[in-house]
Nanobody, 121 residues
Framework: VQLQASGGGSVQAGGSLRLSCVAS????????MGWFRQAPGKEREFVAT????????YYADFVRGRFIISRDNAGNTVYLQMNALKPEDTALYYC???????????????WGRGTQVTVSS
């Protein structure tokens, strides 16, 4: 499956952004989808994931209550609504796909190019 992320940008602290990731390819809407991020000088880390039928979502502790992951299978798109953004949320955000619900990025087999999110104080 091929993934294309978009929606990044620059925003002030407390603001909101919505990232989108369009999946294409065979059975694209049957994958578990996740969002990850990598800040400068840091390791890439898990942000959120959603099962293929949206029955379950999982979040990293540092975004729980602020970010919401959702998907539209008809449009093969997964979203990450980011609210109450903080400067420490500044990172390159990636969407990824896997066959099993997991927060382990090593199990994600398809990755899109990142979209930059910059939050200023």
């Amino acid at each position: 499956v091929q993934l294309q992320a978009s929606g990044g940008g620059s925003v002030q602290a407390g603001g909101s952004l919505r990232l989108s990731c369009v999946a294409s390819g065979h059975m694209a809407n049957r994958y578990v989808m996740g969002w990850f991020r990598q800040a400068p000088g840091k390791e890439r880390e898990f942000v959120a994931t959603v099962t293929f039928n949206s029955a379950a979502t999982y979040y990293a502790d540092f975004v729980r209550g602020r970010f919401i992951i959702s998907r539209d299978n008809a449009g093969n798109t997964v979203y990450l609504q980011m609210n109450a953004l903080k400067p420490e949320d500044t990172a390159l955000y990636y969407c990824a796909a896997t066959n099993v619900p997991t927060t382990d990025q090593r199990k994600y087999t398809s990755w899109g190019r990142g979209t930059q999110v910059t939050v200023s104080s």
